[in-house]
């Protein structure tokens, strides 16, 4: 089993940063490829970004085109911690921020592909 509690959300202006994090708790095989995920009403969950590793020094990060640029996905191994600073916010962010932890694969973008969530952390980008 693996927990995952998020927190750093918040209301801000565009233009301003915030930084999520995502502390994880559980079986560490679980959870080699973690990645966050957004969701605004009315929508699909959609894919922001991942990290995943496959040896203590080998790490790969993928984004979102529409984050490209301005969201940088990281971890901290002491603190069994992933973070995503978010820079740059625009408007279109605003939404509700999950965390998820799955095991290595191949996929990594779709929400399918992971088995723990956390409980979301709300979003919100004012213009």
């Known amino acids: 089993q693996v927990q995952l509690v998020e927190s750093g959300g918040g209301l801000v202006q565009a233009g301003d940063s915030l930084r999520l994090s995502c502390a994880a708790s559980?079986?560490?095989?679980?959870?080699?490829?973690m990645a966050w995920f957004r969701q605004v009403p009315g929508k699909e969950r959609e894919f922001v970004s991942s990290?995943?590793?496959?040896?203590?020094?080998?790490?790969?990060?993928d984004y979102a085109d529409s984050v490209k640029g301005r969201f940088t996905i990281s971890r901290d191994n002491a603190k069994n911690t992933v973070y995503l600073q978010m820079n740059s916010l625009k408007p279109e962010d605003t939404a509700v921020y999950y965390c998820?932890?799955?095991?290595?694969?191949?996929?990594?973008?779709?929400?399918?592909?992971?088995?723990?969530w956390g409980q979301g952390t709300q979003v919100t980008v004012s213009s």
């Open positions: 990290i995943r590793w496959s040896g203590p020094l080998t790490s790969y990060r």
């Open positions: 559980g079986r560490a095989g679980s959870r080699d490829k």
């Open positions: 998820a932890a799955g095991i290595l694969s191949s996929d990594y973008k779709t929400t399918g592909s992971y088995d723990y």
